[in-house]
């Protein structure tokens, strides 16, 4: 579909980026100011949200226009537990879980049920089953669905009401974003993965540096990532108050997807291949902002306070108000300080810790676990320190299980654990206690992010892993791997 319309200064017929060129590729109506309605191809839901919006259009009258392009999993509420049932730690669970089954039922949406192979984190299970693939248009009520993005495709979290619209009419009408290209170009150093990454880029350029844009993630350190660091990487975009993230997809997509259960076959793949190669944007297009970074400056990154931009160096020292930015208000800074319980100028890796979590969307996948097993293998999580693995998807815990993983993970003292969101945050009823200190390989490390009163570090699989050994946060580069 082509429209010869202006969109924030751009013509059709001029250099456009790859977002830009979706975008277009989608627009069923300008609606003015910016806004367009779009086309939507696959809309996901879970069970905390998903199920609200399929009782808001029952009561409506409504029907889902197109099922086959809908899909739900049960990961939020569900309890990581083994022998799970419906009757989840949170008081109302079950409620949640009946009414999405139901929804699902009752409208013909495909389900990722409890004891489905399929079943999962949503923003895991998607990529893993081909559902989300490049070029297409992909929303979910839930804000880290700009995660999917790194497959070349337009992906952004919505609210229920909005999910409800697009249920009934596979169109959403959305304010147009500016676009962001960031480069980074280098090689990381060993150790050094996308979660480190991200944090160091939310540090220079604070939770609102990318709000209202698309990012652009390019450079020659993006294109050396596999699928699952690219993921990571654009999961974090969301604690830059970035609309979404985008990634052109290359020959180390193409491979990912192939053969996956909802990708083309046989001249449909030949096809779409053709297509998705086109992909990418224009060399002379233009952003509305740029930044750059050399991959060679991130080292292991760690949280100190209770916003992701709070991170440092794990080598470094908490800093003092006044070496911040304009971002952090004194205010702000006091606070975080207070409730992490830290001071200006010390060290973090004296910090003895309570608990460890390797899990959520951005951090729970199978190369995250492979990496964080290589530190734990042949070693014991210290004494007192409560250390839990949960994989993001049934088909990572099966494919931990076929490597040998889980067994480290047990031997190590971690429990072992089925697939969920489980503690990125509490939406489960499973929490950590009051102060006690935790590091986590989740996105988010608000107040009371993993239960009332909990600190939580962010930091990478690898040092969740090498603090959880140590019994203090620890950097995973002074962990030597065993043979």
């Not at 997807?257 to 297509?275: C, E, K, S, T, V």
């Amino acid at each position: 579909m082509t429209l010869a319309v202006e969109r924030h200064g751009t013509a059709l017929h001029e250099a456009r980026t790859l977002a830009g060129k979706i975008w277009d590729q989608h627009v069923i109506r300008p609606l003015g100011g910016h806004i367009d309605l779009l086309a939507i191809d696959r809309i996901l839901l879970h069970e905390r949200t998903g199920g609200v919006a399929l009782k808001s259009l029952d009561e409506a009258g409504r029907r889902v226009a197109a099922p086959a392009q809908v899909f739900a999993t049960m990961d939020h509420i569900v309890d990581t537990f083994p022998g799970r049932t419906d009757d989840t730690l949170m008081p109302t669970g079950r409620a949640f879980l009946e009414a999405t089954r139901d929804g699902a039922r009752r409208h013909g949406i495909t389900l990722f049920d409890l004891n489905d192979p399929g079943q999962g984190i949503v923003h895991v299970i998607s990529p893993e089953q081909a559902i989300v693939l490049p070029g297409l248009s992909l929303v979910c009520p839930d804000s880290h669905t700009c995660t999917q993005g790194a497959f070349g495709a337009l992906a952004w979290g919505i609210g229920s009401t909005e999910a409800e619209h697009a249920l009934a009419t596979m169109a959403v009408r959305v304010a147009r974003p500016l676009d962001m290209r960031i480069t980074i170009d280098g090689v990381l150093s060993t150790g050094i993965g996308a979660k480190d990454v991200a944090l160091h880029i939310i540090r220079h350029l604070g939770s609102g540096g990318a709000k209202g844009h698309i990012i652009e993630f390019t450079g020659s350190a993006v294109r050396k990532m596999d699928m699952e660091a690219r993921m990571t990487l654009c999961n974090m975009a969301t604690e830059l108050a970035a609309f979404s993230a985008i990634i052109a997809p290359d020959d180390t997509s193409f491979d990912y997807l192939a053969g996956r259960a909802y990708a083309p076959r046989g001249a449909l793949w030949d096809d779409a291949l053709a297509l998705w190669r086109t992909l990418a944007t224009d060399e002379s297009a233009t952003f509305a902002a740029e930044h750059r970074f050399d991959a060679g400056d991130v080292v292991p990154m760690i949280t100190w306070g209770t916003s992701p931009q709070q991170a440092i160096p794990i080598d470094t020292r908490v800093p003092a108000i006044t070496a911040l930015g304009p971002d952090d208000s004194r205010t702000a800074y006091d606070n975080a300080i207070a409730y992490m319980g830290v001071t200006p100028g010390s060290d973090l890796t004296t910090l003895a810790i309570d608990a460890a979590f390797i899990g959520s969307c951005t951090n729970s996948r199978i190369s995250d676990l492979r990496r964080a097993a290589a530190l734990l293998k042949g070693r014991r999580v210290a004494v007192g320190v409560k250390a839990i693995c949960v994989p993001g998807s049934t088909q990572v815990k099966r494919a931990a299980e076929a490597e040998g993983l889980d067994r480290i993970f047990i031997d190590a003292g971690f429990e072992w654990r089925e697939a969920g969101c489980s503690m990125c945050f509490f939406a489960g009823g499973e929490s950590f206690g009051a102060r006690q200190r935790v590091v986590s390989s989740t996105n988010r490390n608000f107040e009371s992010r993993q239960g009332p009163g909990t600190r939580t570090h962010i930091a990478s699989p690898e040092t969740v892993a090498a603090s959880a050994v140590a019994g203090h946060i620890a950097d995973p580069r002074l962990l030597e791997i065993l043979p």
